[in-house]
Each structure stands twice: as structure tokens, then as C-alpha cells.
């Protein structure tokens, strides 16, 4: 699966941005998809998981309740809605998708969007 990510910018400390994911090439409600993000010289990190119904979810306890992901299978679309930005938000956000749940939150899932800068100024 083909994936296109969107919806990144330059945003004050506590203001709020959503980010889409467009997917094409397979058959979208089969894969988990995700938000990973990587920041100046820090490591890839997982953000966020939902499941391929929409049912499940995760996030990582840094996000958890200022990050909500959701997706649309009709359009083939997942958003990663932020809220309450803060400065150490600031990173290129990456989706992902994968048949595997785990994989996405272990960053080791196949399918891999170009990237959304998301920058967070105080």
C-alpha cells in the first residue's frame, strides 16, 4: 500500500493541527495504520495506532489524551488529530501501515509515508 501524508505546519504552543494519511494500493481496512514521528537528532518514536476497523487504538503516554486518531476506510484516509501542541511535539510525523498492529507501534511496519513536518513554536 501507497501511502501520502498531509496537514503539516507551523503552529503556536497550545494550538492544534490534524494531519491525513491518503492510502491506496491495497485493501485498506486490512491494515493497522499509525503516526510515527522523529525529531532533530532523536530516534524515530511511535505516536499513535488504530486498528483496521477503527475498533483499537493506542498511543504513546506522551500524546495520550492530545492526540486522537481516527480513520475513514471509505476514503482510505487515517488523521491524527493534535491538540494542545506543545514545543517538544516539533518533528517530522510519519503514517504507517502494516497487517501487523504491533509492527506499527514496534516501528517496524512495511509501508511508510514521506513525511509532515509539524513545527511547534513557543
Known amino acids: 500500500v501507497q501511502l501520502q501524508a498531509s496537514g503539516g505546519g507551523l503552529v503556536l504552543a497550545g494550538g492544534s493541527l490534524r494531519l491525513s494519511c491518503a492510502a491506496s494500493g491495497g485493501t485498506f481496512s486490512n491494515y493497522a495504520m499509525g503516526w510515527l514521528r522523529q525529531a532533530p537528532g532523536k530516534e524515530r518514536e511511535f505516536v499513535a495506532v488504530?486498528?483496521?476497523?477503527?475498533?483499537?487504538?493506542s498511543y504513546a503516554d506522551s500524546v495520550k489524551g492530545r492526540f486522537t486518531i481516527s480513520r475513514d476506510n471509505a476514503k482510505n484516509t487515517v488523521y491524527l488529530e493534535m491538540y494542545s501542541l506543545k514545543p517538544e511535539d516539533t518533528a517530522v510525523y510519519y503514517c504507517?501501515?502494516?497487517?501487523?498492529?504491533?509492527?506499527?507501534?514496534?516501528?517496524?511496519?512495511?509501508?511508510w509515508g514521506q513525511g509532515t513536518q509539524v513545527t511547534v513554536s513557543s
Open positions: 504507517a501501515g502494516d497487517l501487523g498492529y504491533n509492527r506499527i507501534i514496534r516501528g517496524t511496519a512495511l509501508n
Open positions: 488504530i486498528g483496521g476497523r477503527g475498533v483499537t487504538t
